[in-house]
């Protein structure tokens, strides 16, 4: 190959050019919104998460709502936790060894 061929091989025009920096700057203008994208796309899922998390929170609020409108899981509970009795009965308190009652496990 002669010198003016591979000097004419190796040049880009002027219209290549353009169209070559115009593609570079679609790109980046590209780059942004997609970006974005990305971020929503991950908030979105972590959103998703909290929500499932709330939801079993709330599942087991109501739950324990339930129970405590039940009078005798109140009553459980006044036994168990507050060492409440009946008239006429007897409470027992257990001692361990240290000399500490045991405490309720409420």
């Known amino acids: 190959m002669t ?5 004419r ?3 880009i025009t002027p219209r290549a050019a353009l169209l070559i920096t115009i593609t570079v700057a679609v790109l980046v203008y590209a780059m942004v919104p997609f970006r974005i994208y990305l971020q929503q796309q991950a908030q979105l899922r ?3 998460r909290q929500e ?3 939801e079993a929170r709330t599942a087991t609020l109501t739950r324990q709502a339930q129970q405590l409108r039940d009078p005798a899981h109140l009553e459980l509970i006044a036994r168990e936790c507050l060492g ?3 008239p006429g009965e007897i409470a027992f308190v257990v001692v ?3 000399g500490h009652p045991a405490p309720p496990n409420c």
């Open 3 to 7: 010198a003016p061929a591979r000097a």
């Open 9 to 11: 091989r190796s040049r």
């Open 46 to 48: 972590q959103l998703h």
């Open 52 to 54: 499932r998390v709330l």
């Open 84 to 86: 409440m009795v009946k």
């Open 96 to 98: 361990t060894k240290g």
